[in-house]
């Protein structure tokens, strides 16, 4: 069995744990417009955070991150190590972290075996506002406001399960799919061999691969 389909199903109850942008003093919930209708949903990447943090919490270290340019500048960016051997989660969710040019050697990615779509209600709802003083210790009180709401929540996912723990190396003409080690990741190939990794083919490309005790570890990990 190459990969593993399936949909991951939360249910929540009046509770909002994704927020979208506030409006004033009111935290609003994120939603989906469909046929007129509103169908609240959690983002993929709080998804994969919550994941992350779970994984984590089982003993896999996440992979540091690193924020890189200044406050007031738009091209600010958060890296990863960009380490898939030493940490589970640069292999499962991937990572792209760009050098400063276009063509920069500098420049890595591993595209996600792990897959995972939008978790959006199945049905839809209209979100309740709450509305809330904070009055204790101050003169004048201050109003805030939440919306929440009761739903089951739904995002397919797809897990390339032979792809875990397998790097593919570019050819002789730097070609190859985005889940490689470049060559110039001398370092991380040696870290692999360390940890009795081997190499071999892998649809049609050469690959580093990490035993297979340690795939079925960090596939046991992240279900």
Do not use: C
Not at 77 to 94: H, S, V
Not at 159 to 175: A, Q
Not at 188 to 203: I, K, P, S
């Amino acid at each position: 069995m190459a990969y593993l389909a399936g949909r991951m199903l939360v249910s929540v109850e009046a509770g909002a744990p994704n927020n979208g942008k506030g409006e004033d003093t009111t935290a609003r919930v994120k939603y989906a417009t469909v046929r007129g209708r509103r169908h609240p949903y959690v983002s993929a990447q709080a998804v994969r955070r919550w994941i992350r943090d779970g994984m984590a919490e089982r003993g896999a270290p996440a992979s540091p991150v690193t924020r890189v340019g200044k406050a007031q500048n738009r091209a600010q960016k958060a890296n990863t190590d960009a380490d898939p051997i030493t940490y589970a989660d640069d292999d499962l969710f991937g990572y792209m972290r760009a050098g400063a040019k276009k063509d920069d050697a500098a420049t890595t990615l591993r595209d996600s075996p792990f897959m995972l779509g939008t978790l959006m209600s199945v049905a839809p709802v209209h979100p309740t506002e709450d509305f809330g003083v904070m009055s204790r210790g101050v003169s004048e009180p201050v109003l805030h406001g939440h919306e929440f709401y009761t739903a089951d929540l739904a995002a397919p996912f797809l897990l390339d399960l032979p792809r875990i723990g397998t790097f593919t190396l570019p050819n002789s003409d730097g070609v190859g799919r985005p889940n490689y080690l470049t060559q110039e990741q001398a370092l991380q190939v040696a870290q692999a061999a360390a940890l009795g990794a081997g190499t071999e083919m892998f649809r049609g490309q050469g690959a580093v691969r990490l035993p297979v005790e340690e795939r079925r570890h960090r596939a046991a990990l992240l279900l």
